[in-house]
C-alpha cells in the first residue's frame, strides 16, 4: 500500500465495495518489533486476507491470501514480520495458505493473492518474479506460496494468482516484464505491479492503472492491463488473455 500510511489503511477500510487486502514490504513499518505492522493490521482487520480467505457473492469468488509483507527471494523473515507474526517455517506458511484455500467453494473461482508470486515461474530478469535489479539474474519468488499451490492442486486447481512486488519495466533496460502467463494445469498468474500506477501518457493526460479480470460462468475469460482515465473511461488496454 504504501510505506505503513495509515491514513490510506483508514481510507482502504472504508471502501463501498468488497476489498482484500495483503500488506507488502513496504507495509511492515521499520520499528523491528513489529508495532506499525500490528497497527495496521489491528485496523484492516478481515480485509486482510494474509493466510486467509475473503468470499463474496459479488463478485461470486473466493480469494485466498499468501504470506504477508514479502519481499521475495525464497522466503525471508523480517525483523518487522517476526514481531508480528513470530517465528515460523517454510512449510508452516504454506499450510497456512492450503487451509484457508480448503474453505473456500468448490463451486466458485479461487483466486490466490499474494505481494510476491511464486517460484517457479522463470528464472530470467523478464520473468513474472525474475530479479532484475541485481546479477545474475534468478528466480525470485516465494516457495511457500509454491509449495501451497501444489498442494491446493491435489483437490483443485487455483483459476488465478494475483501478485506484484516485481515492476513492469525491467530495471536499467527498455524491456518489459512478463505480467501474465499460466501454467500446464490451467492456473493463470498474473503480475500486477504497474509502478507509477498514477501518472501521464506523452500528451500530459492524467491516467490510472488497473489490471483487470473478468470470470464467465465460473472461469477465467478476460485478462488486461488498462489505464483509466479522469472520468474513469478506457485510455488504453492491454490484453493478455481474452476466450
Not at 172 to 183: A, W
Amino acid at each position: 500500500m504504501g510505506e505503513s500510511d495509515i491514513s490510506l489503511v483508514k481510507k482502504i477500510v472504508h471502501l463501498p465495495i468488497p476489498t482484500a487486502v495483503i500488506l507488502g514490504n513496504h507495509d511492515r513499518g521499520h520499528d523491528r518489533t513489529g508495532e506499525v505492522l500490528r497497527q495496521q493490521l489491528n485496523l484492516l482487520g478481515d480485509v486482510h486476507c494474509g493466510w486467509s480467505l475473503r468470499r463474496w457473492n459479488s463478485p461470486n469468488v473466493a480469494v485466498v491470501g499468501a504470506r504477508p509483507c514479502s519481499s521475495g527471494g525464497g522466503f525471508y523473515l523480517s525483523p518487522e514480520f517476526l514481531g508480528a507474526f513470530g517465528q515460523m517455517t517454510i512449510q508452516e506458511s504454506a499450510n497456512r495458505i492450503v487451509l484457508a484455500a480448503e474453505q473456500a467453494s468448490e463451486l466458485v473461482p479461487l483466486v490466490i493473492l499474494a505481494h510476491v508470486g511464486p517460484t517457479g515461474l522463470g528464472s530470467s530478469s523478464d520473468s513474472p518474479c525474475g530479479r532484475d535489479w541485481k546479477k545474475p539474474a534468478m528466480d525470485w519468488g516465494d516457495k511457500d506460496l509454491e509449495l501451497a499451490i501444489d498442494q491446493i492442486r491435489k483437490k483443485r486447481v487455483p483459476e488465478l494468482v494475483v501478485f506484484g512486488h516485481m515492476h513492469h519495466s525491467i530495471k536499467g533496460s527498455t524491456r518489459t516484464r512478463c505480467t501474465f502467463l499460466e501454467d500446464q494445469w490451467g492456473t493463470s498468474y498474473l503480475n500486477a505491479a504497474c509502478v507509477p500506477r498514477r501518472g501521464s501518457d506523452s500528451s500530459g493526460k492524467e491516467l490510472a492503472h488497473f489490471s483487470w479480470v473478468e470470470f464467465v460462468n465460473g472461469n477465467l475469460n478476460h485478462v488486461s492491463h488498462r489505464w483509466f482515465n479522469s472520468d474513469f473511461s478506457i485510455a488504453y488496454e492491454q490484453t493478455l488473455l481474452n476466450r
